[in-house]
């Protein structure tokens, strides 16, 4: 399936007319206007529909290319044919949001009451008025429940507030590079944009539709914009140093760096796309938003909602930085709610969901793919997945362990094979913690919900008795701290399945007793310098420590080259598989 | 001691005069007036002044009270009777900066070939043009050679100036928070502020000195820089969502959050006390430095520097963040400079160095006393740090080894113990590596060049055989990947000295081969779960890996119960010592 950017099918921008629109700061809009436009088609029982949501300047043109003005969309590498939002398989919506200047009801549009432009009198609005815009555009279009809502940055806000506002209407939210409200840091970049453009004269209280423009407040607003859009890695790998069109220093305030020209051209440009009084009005809803607002806790913010969330953010992007989506995530986890989490490696900043979209396109596409019903696997599939299981008779055992029906959790879960497994046989709601991204990418593309983090610290934000098994297979050695993973287990799951290679073994003991040496042996194959294990236990140290922490062992097998050791395990066994409980 | 940021003396701004200034631009600069002032008593021999070199906003007032106003300096937390620039120890020298609009000649002063104010006829100015002015200063002042240039953001830049430009005049650099060149990332946020003031019709390409000050561009750049010498942190923790005079968001654009009556606030009270152009040429100044324009590389710059450095970063400083004191201190490293570096742990963003002086204060100040010539110690002093190496026989067999007068890098150096008596007894060349802020400035204070970092990784700067002795003292069995850390050592030392315990000590064989538990011994005392080893490995694995690596064994020494064992080490030796040097 081949990966395009290039939009390869025409579009139109359409336009929905709305009676009136309520609004949160208790006025009621009449006469509201939505421009939108949609890629792909409606299934018979109107369950594939996408709705696409654009940040702070984007438009209703998404993908494909514009009728209008030959432009792609700008998410056009998302969305089409083959891409993550599938246009074969889903029927892709997205529109200008309101507040905005690309078709949608804003302040320049004319206010029926008084046949004049708003301006300023447009009434000051939220996320959670251009959502309720959206809702209703979505049951104009005969669908009552969303597959998805998508968005990176403001339109990450508005994919929040659907899960929230209308938990019945989405099944899935994917908030990209976003928060679940505004920062001190981000509202004050925010109030230097407005300041920006009202310290211009020409912007005369928001009344110059009949004069100009107020240029050159908007252009410096852009430009602020602009840097925080960037990193500083990736201006130093687009701009570095370099002048532009000289040798040497002009010794002059013209320009001489490239970062210069490209702001002042983006900013100048700007100004012809966009309003002024958008600016004001969009980013002030931005500052305004708040998910956690009037609940006792952003957790609780999420007590009634329903969807299933992918949760994505970009290492270099410090406008919307990783920290913010952990704390939705974590949020999302403190209620139990399905969340995958991937913190994405670029250095585009928070551009880098609209610029560098190769492995978003693979992860949407993956949990997009999981949201269908899962499928039994055919007695083919089935008897394959069984064979690559067979190799590790450890995940046999585990497996073995588990009841069907239950909830798990896999802490350094890979690519998911083992999580997989246990959801197609055993019909458990499968989660992982894993820290390796492209791991986790095929593990949430097999439909598990993955969190990217470190086992060591990860488990924090579940509540107790989240899970019914958490399970920690031949990692435990490789554990700084190995104690307090295992407490953290039996705090967040009712069980834990812990299996781990022996120490006690009597090769490892001969071998390290006889040759001076770190016992270096089929089942510790490394050389002292270079061994992943951290730690070595042996059954004993195991049973003994179960019995210092009052754990109850429930149950326990001893493998040695794939069979069941029952005598003698602390010398015999190789690994060691135990089934704890906390007393 | 007692630390104050009270500034308890009167100080008085005074003016020197110089004819002529030379500039980089070309243009000579006539009749040039510095503003500054002095704390402190400049000794007999001229050998403790220090210069200290304010930042972007800043003054020649640094210290003390004002006779004029009444304030304190913007660096009283750093400049006093018992503070880091120790008043009574030192001559602290602060002037403003050429260019600047605090009594230093600059764009609001008149050029007296025309008699009328230069406004934009100002020439474009360098951070070198702003150093060639406190040369004249200094030497006015009757000063050859600077204890220590010390400053903070550009006035860090200033220091690192002054080490390159005039290396024969200045002992010490103290760069606080800055970088050895503007990226494009710092260029474009005082673009904006320049294109700020640029866009106010009131700026009138700089002739307003008779019609009044750009005032609102002005405001707007002002608030640009705020955000960025605070730090995300520091802004959530200031000003969080807090709202203003208010209990509900005001649905208007009038002031609704905290941190907007901040930036507004402190946007109108920059235009009391400074100059829009001033703000241009500074920043151009700023956006113009790098060091190692002209040079094959950064390194090359400091060819010719002859001075130590004291290199400061703070962790939540995205300003100048960490990566860039780091690209000083390795460029200094790359020519085997003493250079003692560490990133101070505050919330407070690039403003910490102005704001969070504790720590710093401390560190300067042990850095400063390392500048006096070393004393040999008393009787009772060497007696008393006898003693406490006592206590560590590996320490005093490195001791034995490492010969005297030589280079020696300590690596996990801790406090800096074992370098303060090389140095002192054996009149070494002390440098070190350790990780934990804390303990770097104890064995700074204690005289030793210590970076901070992780041994792991912290080599990879310095040249090849930039040592004589590269010393790993009981920390190899901690380490991630001991080989790597083993082959840097003897890439940048002649030889390298490691001590560990030793895993075939007869107790822990016979403890692991008969409990059938993780060795726990007296040599390995914590249980499998806690213990800070990560690797094992017997006097025999070392031996063997030397062999399979290449390496001479040029002495070794095993110990038991602080006593030399010589029949059979690998089975009774606790602790092995070895010298090794690449064939």
Request: aromatic share 10%; hydrophobic share 40%.
């Amino acid at each position: 399936m081949p990966i395009s950017a290039e939009a390869s099918f025409t579009v139109e921008t359409k336009v929905a007319q709305f009676p009136s629109l309520p609004l949160d700061c208790g006025v009621t809009l009449l006469g509201v206007q939505v421009a939108y436009e949609t890629y792909g088609t409606l299934n018979a029982d109107r369950s594939n529909a996408i709705l696409v949501l654009h940040g702070f300047s984007g438009d209703a043109h998404a993908a494909g290319v514009s009728k209008e003005n030959g432009q792609p969309g700008w998410w056009s590498a998302m969305i089409g044919p083959g891409l993550a939002f599938d246009t074969e398989k889903y029927c892709v919506i997205c529109s200008n949001v309101l507040g905005g200047c690309r078709g949608t009801t804003g302040p320049s549009s004319t206010d029926p009451e008084t046949g004049e432009r708003y301006g300023m009198r447009f009434p000051v609005i939220t996320i959670r008025d251009m959502v309720r815009l959206q809702k209703l555009l979505v049951e104009h279009l005969g669908i009552e429940r969303l597959l998805a809502a998508a968005g990176g940055s403001m339109g990450g806000m508005q994919a929040l507030e659907w899960a929230v506002s209308y938990p019945d209407s989405v099944r899935a939210a994917i908030p990209i590079a976003t928060t679940a409200r505004h920062s001190a840091q981000q509202i004050a970049f925010n109030e230097v944009g407005r300041q920006a453009i009202m310290a211009d004269p020409d912007w005369n209280q928001g009344n110059y539709y009949e004069t100009k423009p107020p240029a050159r407040g908007l252009a410096v607003a852009r430009m602020v914009g602009h840097i925080t859009y960037m990193s500083d890695a990736s201006m130093r790998h687009k701009f570095g140093r370099r002048l532009r069109d000289k040798d040497a220093f002009g010794f002059d305030f013209s320009v001489d760096f490239e970062v210069e020209s490209y702001l002042r051209y983006r900013g100048s440009q700007f100004v012809s796309r966009f309003d002024a009084n958008s600016y004001l009005y969009i980013t002030k809803a931005m500052d305004y938003f708040d998910l956690s607002a009037g609940h006792a806790s952003l957790s609780a913010a999420f007590d009634n909602t329903k969807a299933k969330f992918l949760v994505l953010s970009y290492t270099s992007d410090w406008l919307y930085p990783t920290y913010q989506s952990l704390e939705t995530v974590s949020a999302l986890r403190g209620r139990n709610i399905d969340v995958a989490f991937c913190e994405l490696p670029s250095h585009y900043g928070h551009d880098a969901f609209l610029v560098d979209a190769k492995e978003q396109n693979e992860i949407v596409r993956g949990f997009l793919a999981s949201l269908e019903k899962p499928k039994r696997p055919t007695v083919a599939q089935a008897a394959a997945s069984n064979g690559r299981l067979a190799n590790r008779l450890d995940y046999a055992m585990i497996a073995e362990i588990v009841e069907p029906g239950t909830k798990v959790l896999d802490l350094g879960c890979g690519t998911g094979e083992l999580l997989a497994w246990l959801r197609d046989h055993k019909q458990v709601d499968a989660r992982g913690v894993e820290i390796e991204a492209d791991k986790i990418r095929e593990a949430i593309a097999r439909g598990a919900a993955v969190y990217q983090g470190d086992i060591e610290t990860g488990l924090a934000d579940y509540p107790d008795a989240a899970f019914d098994f958490v399970v920690l297979s031949q990692t435990l050695q490789e554990m700084r701290y190995p104690l307090r993973v295992l407490r953290e287990m039996l705090r967040v799951g009712k069980h834990a399945i812990v299996a781990f290679p022996n120490f006690g073994h009597w090769r490892t003991r001969l071998s390290h007793a006889l040759s001076g040496r770190a016992p270096r042996t089929a089942l510790f194959p490394y050389d002292w310098y270079e061994s992943p294990n951290l730690h070595f236990l042996t059954i004993e140290d195991f049973v003994s420590l179960c019995r210092k922490e009052n754990w109850v062992i429930e149950q326990q097998a001893f493998l040695a080259k794939n069979r069941e050791v029952r005598f003698l395990p602390n010398l015999m066994a190789e690994t060691a598989v135990f089934s704890l409980r906390a007393r």
